[in-house]
């Protein structure tokens, strides 16, 4: 995904959620259910389904290997991905996989077992990034992480 091609999003379809699922690698997805939520998901005639919230919370998914592949099987468009839930699994560090997805406005990795604060700083590529969760994580007991602005995201306006 070209950084220029990125398109302005909104969160408006309900969310494809992976929750409590049990879920140890990213490819079981393909396989696995998503949770019912209070509005129908809506899906293309290929059955891939047109939200742009990814919830995989309460998981046990300790990587992203073949995100990618995985997305780009589960949405019509991955492109378009602006918010991911990855909270409470068991995540050691902040995958590069994530700073393709130039939309991404909301990343929640709370809960998780990132150790160095450094990780964060891969994800300041991120032109839309305006929610981001850490707390929780190892990374919490380091020197500077309540500092203000430990971390400088580019403010970039939307083209």
């Avoid at 099987?73 to 991911?84: K, R």
Wanted: hydrophobic share 35%; net charge positive; glycine share 4%.
């Amino acid at each position: 995904m070209s950084r220029r091609h990125y398109t302005n999003t909104s969160v408006q379809e309900p969310p494809l959620d992976y929750s409590f699922r049990s879920i140890h690698v990213i490819q079981d997805l393909v396989s696995e259910e998503p949770r019912p939520g209070l509005r129908p998901l809506r899906h293309s005639k290929t059955g891939k389904s047109l939200t742009q919230s990814l919830w995989l919370n309460n998981n046990v998914l300790n990587d992203l290997n073949h995100f990618n592949q995985v997305v780009s099987q589960l949405l019509v468009y991955p492109q378009n991905l602006a918010w991911i839930d990855l909270s409470f699994n068991d995540l050691t560090s902040i995958d590069p996989v994530l700073t393709t997805f130039f939309n991404l406005s909301v990343i929640y990795l709370h809960g998780n077992s990132i150790q160095r604060l450094g990780e964060v700083n891969k994800l300041a590529v991120l032109p839309r990034l305006r929610s981001l969760t850490l707390h929780g994580n190892p990374m919490e007991e380091q020197k500077g992480y309540r500092l203000p602005g430990c971390v400088e995201m580019p403010h970039r306006p939307p083209s």
